[in-house]
């Protein structure tokens, strides 16, 4: 298969607005945003999506979670608090074969999602 989207913006063959990398995990804001403050936070493993994580990436996953957490708090949401969303799958609205976290903030979000 050939590398995804994401694989492209770690590799940096497309460009991205990057907040944060590390040797694990690369966040940058997403290009179609849904709240002030939207960024995805991807492991550089090329997980396609968290119903195919295994267990042996139970670090990985952890340092992303912990990770997005930092973001959001650089990102000055620790106050007025945000929201962090994995999408899997068709039902679960995913378009990008890469598991990625997105941090969500900067207004308050409704709950249920459509
Ligand atoms: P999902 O629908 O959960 O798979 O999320 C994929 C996200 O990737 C969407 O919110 C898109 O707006 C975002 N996206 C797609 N292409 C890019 C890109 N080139 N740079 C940043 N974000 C992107």
């Known amino acids: 298969m050939g590398e995804t989207l994401f694989e492209k913006i770690i590799d940096r063959e497309i460009p991205a607005d990057i907040v944060y990398e590390d040797e694990l995990v690369l966040a940058f804001r997403d290009i179609n945003p849904q709240a002030p403050v939207h960024v995805l936070v991807i492991p550089k493993k090329p997980i396609p999506r968290i119903g195919e994580a ?11 979670l912990l990770k997005a957490r930092a973001v959001a708090a650089e990102l000055n949401l620790s106050e007025g608090g945000f929201r962090l969303v994995i999408n899997n799958g068709r039902d679960g609205g995913e378009s990008v074969p890469h598991l990625h976290c ?13």
Do not use: K, T, Y
Request: charged share 15%.
């Open 54 to 64: 295994a267990d042996e990436d139970q670090s990985l996953l952890g340092h992303l």
């Open 102 to 114: 997105h941090v969500l903030g900067g207004r308050a979000l409704n709950w249920p999602p459509g």
